[in-house]
């Protein structure tokens, strides 16, 4: 095998792929590089999800022009000089490889003035080849657009992904910019349209509410804490316990400035609030760490979103009680949403009160279920045994030929529940332990299609009153292009604004009963899918609201739910797997048992 150094454009394009990924990359760095030139109004422009053109235009200190081709090289940086000077960084930017990067792989035009300089320069560079070197004239600051990016490198374009997750993915980012940089008027447009803005008037609560609306603001709980021995200071707003959200993308984590993640933060953080988060909920948070600079190691990935602390068990601590102070300190919690209809629960409440009703609300998918005897069967408490094991048992048929262990049509006869999560049923000479979630998934899923196909108008449930939801900017792109498919399926949105919808009728599954927090999350299952067709996307949405009505792992049920839903699942297609390909249902056969049990034939 012959060695050989590579081409320097080869090279470059190669460098390129660990710096930017995607159009949101781009817009990170250049961004970021305004952010350090002082600007604080800063405007991004995009065409085609950033694919086509994407412009970023500040009102920062400007290039010299003689240092502008200069800016364009590897490793040309006005941040440091010295290693040691990363021990004292206080820039978002570094290493000098964001412009020579995104020119690799991009046509690039900049224009830039500083505010002394009487007229500004321009330059123009093409696959990481300089075309054009010019005087121009320009109002003080940079503007620097971009053009169909990977156009010499077909094997990374082929893998960005349609115009609007593209678009979405940006909006993500400057939101959380915004988030992070109170001080900066950030404006994100997609053509002509302006997708959100924000003031730039440093009050951070203003730009939570121009991304999440009124609702989110009113949750919001004030986060200040400082260590004094270490330096560190913690500061921000995190949502009451009422206010939770599905997955952890609500979290913006902020250090010295930087957007970050670290799953050590977000531990401390969700251990702060203790047993007041629901299971499986996650809070809506923005937190800004300010630390000593030597005290953190930035430079561990060319994407700068991951940081290394000096003493973590520190900073850890810092978080975890300043999250849990502010949470004993406000006690006045705003009034609770309509996920719970009880007025006068506290927050120590709220999770147990929350569980309680999403396991009643849930029997109502079952529509031979009351709610009042759902209610009633809870009263008689249980032994321990009963309480992991609803044991019904096996009897000799009676006189009258009675058979207490009913048979369903293929042969399966129930014999109880486990753990309140398990049906355990005899299929001939197998024992079957069925995924009763699972199981109610693929149920509801398969239905869903057979509705979807006969298009029936009792598909669907009018609302009482209509619903408004504010959309985050990240999803007000996507939605009118998903709007289609979401009204096929059953739900009926119209626009109140640009940022609004009503929700006036859902999907007959969901059942009117659904809430304003349950349709949030259903949503954000679907807006935030990466899927390519409209199949796709369909299949995501029976699949979300399959999930969302299926009854819950450790939720006891009536023998006459868990008959029903062995029934239901025994005549259901391709019943052996959920929609997500999961297992319903694990078997033994009787020789598998006696093996195990060391039995022989016939003992």
Known sequence: MTIKILDKSTAEQIAAGEVIENPASVVKELVENAMDAGATKIEVTIEGGGKRLLTVTDNGCGINPPELPLAFQRFATSKLTALDDLDHLSSLGFRGEALPSIAAVSRIKMTTRTKDSIAGAQITISGGELEREEEVGSPPGTRVEVSDLFYNTPGRLKFLRADNVETSRISTLLSELALAHPEVAFTLKS?????????????????????????????????????????????????????????????????????????MLINALERGYGDLLPSQRHPLVVLNLSIPPEMIDVNVHPAKIEIRFQKPEIVKGLVYKAVKLSLQENRNIPQWPDSIDKPG?????????????????????FPSQTRENSQNRHHTPLTAPEANFREYSIKRRGEEGEDPLRASPRGCYLIGQFLQSYLVVQENEKLLLIDQHAAHERVI???????????????????????????PPAWRDRLPVLLPLLQETGFQLEPVSEDCYAIKAVP????????????YDLLEQILTADQESADGYRDKIYKTIACH????????????????????????????YCPHGRPTVISFDKAQLDKSFHRSEGN
């Open 345 to 365: 629960y506290t927050p120590a409440q709220y999770s147990k009160a929350s569980k309680l009703d999403h396991r009643q609300d849930h029997f109502e998918s």
């Open 549 to 576: 009505r299926s009854i819950k792992a450790k939720q006891a049920l009536s023998r006459d739910e868990m008959e029903q839903l062995l029934e239901e699942w025994e005549n259901t297609p391709l019943a052996r």
């Open 445 to 471: 899923y398969n239905q869903l299609q057979k509705q979807s196909r006969s298009k029936s108008e009792g598909n669907i449930t009018q609302l009482t009153l209509p619903l408004n939801l504010e959309l």
């Open 191 to 263: 053509g002509k349209k302006t997708m959100f803005s924000s003031s730039g008037d440093g009050v951070l609560l203003h730009v939570i509410g121009a991304l999440y609306g009124k609702d989110p603001v009113e949750a919001m709980l004030e986060v200040n804490r400082k260590d004094s021995a270490s330096g560190c200071t913690l500061s921000g707003f995190i949502s009451a316990p009422h206010l939770t959200r599905s997955t952890r993308r609500w979290i913006t984590l902020v250090v010295n400035g930087r957007l970050i993640r670290n799953a």
């Open 508 to 519: 007959f599954m969901l059942r009117e009963n659904v809430n304003r927090t349950q349709l």
